[in-house]
Structure formats: C-alpha cells, structure tokens
C-alpha cells in the first residue's frame, strides 16, 4: 500500500514541487495550505493530490485535521514540515506581532505537526520527517531576526526529534535551502535580487525541483542511515 505524506503548505512555491515529485513517486499526497482556496482547487484539479485547509500554527487544529485525515486515508507515514512565512524588520523597528507570527507558523507549526504524528510512527516503528529551513536560519540576516531564530530552531528540534526516534525506525532531517526561485524571493525588489544571485558561486537561483528531490530521497528507504542531519542546498552560499 502507498504511504500517506503530508506537505505543509504544500500548494505552491517549494511545497507545491514537494507534493508533485512525492506524489509522481508513489506516495499518497495530502497538501495542507492556509487561505489560498482557489489555487488550492486548481492544484488538486491539475495534479490529483488531495488538498487540505488549516492553520499548522494552530495546535488543536494540527491534531484534529491529522487524526481526520489518517482515518480517511490511512496513517501519516512523512511529514514535510514546510510551511513558512517572513515578516521582516530590524529588530529595533520589529513589533511583537512579527515575530509572534514567524515563530508561530515556522516553528511552532513544526512541533505541533509533529506531535500529531509521533505516537502512531512509533508504534508502526515507521516515519519519516523532513523540517524545510534556511540559510537564513544558519548566516543570519539583515531584518530576519524571527524568521533566522525559527529555522535556527526547527535545526536544534530535528536533532533532538531524531535522537528520541532513532530506534523506532523514523529519521528526522532538515534541508537548509539557499535563495530558490519562488513567489516569496520574486517578492524582493529587483536591485536586491541582483546582489543575492551576484553571491551564490553557482551563479543563479536554485528551482524549486532541486529541493523537491532531496526530500523524495531523505523519505525513501534508501536515506534509513540518514537521521538528525540538515543538508545544505544553496549553490555554494554558504557552507555550514
Ligand atoms: P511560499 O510563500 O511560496 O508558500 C508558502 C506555503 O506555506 C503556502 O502554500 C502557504 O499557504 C503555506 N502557509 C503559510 N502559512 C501557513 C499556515 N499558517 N498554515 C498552513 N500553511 C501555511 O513559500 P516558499 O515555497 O518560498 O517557501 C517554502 C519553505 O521554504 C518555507 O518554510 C520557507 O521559509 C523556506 N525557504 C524558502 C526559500 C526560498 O528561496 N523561497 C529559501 C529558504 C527557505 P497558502 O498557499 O494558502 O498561502
């Protein structure tokens, strides 16, 4: 039988090429999304993986919608923590707010999915985790004082996570992406793209296809060694 994955904000963006390259692989998708209905619709129309609502910063919600979900399509197998947002500021111009919202919905979000599924992987003595942080997380950056302690943080969580569940057949990893080309860096304003690309030695953006396929490799029973490691993708940007 297929196993079951959940993608975090798995619609568009990182997530959306995650949910194509898991579901194009064998495994039954279920991408979770936060507000865009109609991308949502258009997504599942177009590709045929299933497409759920909620708020993974939400900690009821995290635990009800997995335990609905594991009983309409069997028990939740991975998990791609991938869902994320910035709120960028200087921190002496940051109000609570901004960073309340990144921690919430970026690092947060990472406990409270995987606490909905940990007790059903350890008793299958299966799982597989895969926490989508960032570079940012691992150099720090300019006005990303919240979003850089997040992913800093999801790196500490996915080695502790993946000590207490060595033995029972589940591996815990994070990916660090660099700069890829999605709607979040097209966000940033031209003149400032151009000085990031200038700084990546491989000389461009990374696609989104690069990071989906670490993942598919990091969930198959080839990557069973593979526990509590982050793997850095950001074309020479920086090397942890
Ligand atoms: P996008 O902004 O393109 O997509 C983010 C996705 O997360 C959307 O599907 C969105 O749902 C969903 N989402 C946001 N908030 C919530 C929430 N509260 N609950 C559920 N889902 C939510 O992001 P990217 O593809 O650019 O980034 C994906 C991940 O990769 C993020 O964690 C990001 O920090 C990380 N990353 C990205 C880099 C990049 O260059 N793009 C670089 C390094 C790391 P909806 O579609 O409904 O809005």
């Given at each position: 039988?297929?196993?079951?994955?959940?993608?975090?904000?798995?619609?568009?963006?990182?997530?959306?090429?995650?949910?194509?390259?898991?579901?194009?692989?064998?495994?039954?998708?279920?991408?979770?999304?936060?507000?865009?209905?109609?991308?949502?619709?258009?997504?599942?129309?177009?590709?045929?993986?299933?497409?759920?609502?909620?708020?993974?910063?939400?900690?009821?919600?995290?635990?009800?919608?997995?335990?609905?979900?594991?009983?309409?399509?069997?028990?939740?197998?991975?998990?791609?923590?991938?869902?994320?947002?910035?709120?960028?500021?200087?921190?002496?111009?940051?109000?609570?707010?901004?960073?309340?919202?990144?921690?919430?919905?970026?690092?947060?979000?990472?406990?409270?999915?995987s606490?909905?599924?940990?007790?059903?992987?350890?008793?299958?003595?299966?799982?597989?985790m895969?926490n989508?942080?960032?570079?940012?997380?691992?150099?720090?950056?300019?006005?990303?004082?919240?979003?850089?302690?997040?992913?800093?943080?999801?790196?500490?969580?996915t080695?502790?996570l993946a000590?207490?569940t060595?033995?029972?057949?589940i591996t815990v990893n994070?990916?660090?992406?660099?700069?890829?080309?999605?709607?979040?860096?097209?966000?940033?304003?031209?003149?400032?793209?151009?000085?990031?690309?200038?700084?990546?030695?491989?000389?461009?953006?990374?696609?989104?296809?690069?990071?989906?396929?670490?993942?598919?490799?990091?969930?198959?029973?080839?990557?069973?060694?593979?526990t509590g490691?982050?793997?850095?993708?950001?074309?020479?940007?920086?090397?942890?």
């Open positions: 039988m297929a196993r079951v994955a959940i993608v975090t904000g798995g619609i568009r963006g990182i997530g959306e090429a995650i949910s194509v390259s898991l579901h194009e692989a064998g495994y039954k998708v279920i991408a979770n999304y936060a507000s865009h209905d109609e991308r949502a619709k258009a997504f599942s129309a177009k590709t045929g993986i299933a497409v759920s609502k909620w708020d993974v910063g939400d900690f009821t919600a995290c635990q009800e919608k997995v335990a609905s979900l594991s009983k309409e399509h069997g028990p939740i197998d991975i998990l791609v923590n991938n869902a994320g947002i910035t709120r960028d500021a200087p921190l002496h111009k940051m109000g609570y707010d901004a960073w309340d919202d990144v921690l919430r919905v970026n690092l947060s979000s990472v406990f409270n999915m606490r909905a599924v940990i007790n059903s992987m350890r008793e299958r003595g299966f799982g597989r895969v989508i942080g960032s570079i940012n997380g691992q150099a720090g950056q300019f006005g990303q004082v919240n979003y850089a302690a997040a992913k800093a943080g999801m790196v500490g969580f080695k502790s000590l207490e060595a033995s029972k057949g994070a990916i660090a992406p660099g700069y890829i080309d999605t709607e979040m860096v097209q966000s940033v304003e031209q003149s400032i793209l151009s000085k990031i690309i200038a700084r990546i030695p491989v000389g461009r953006l990374g696609h989104t296809q690069e990071i989906a396929r670490a993942v598919r490799f990091l969930v198959s029973d080839d990557a069973a060694f593979i490691s982050t793997l850095t993708i950001n074309g020479g940007q920086y090397m942890a």
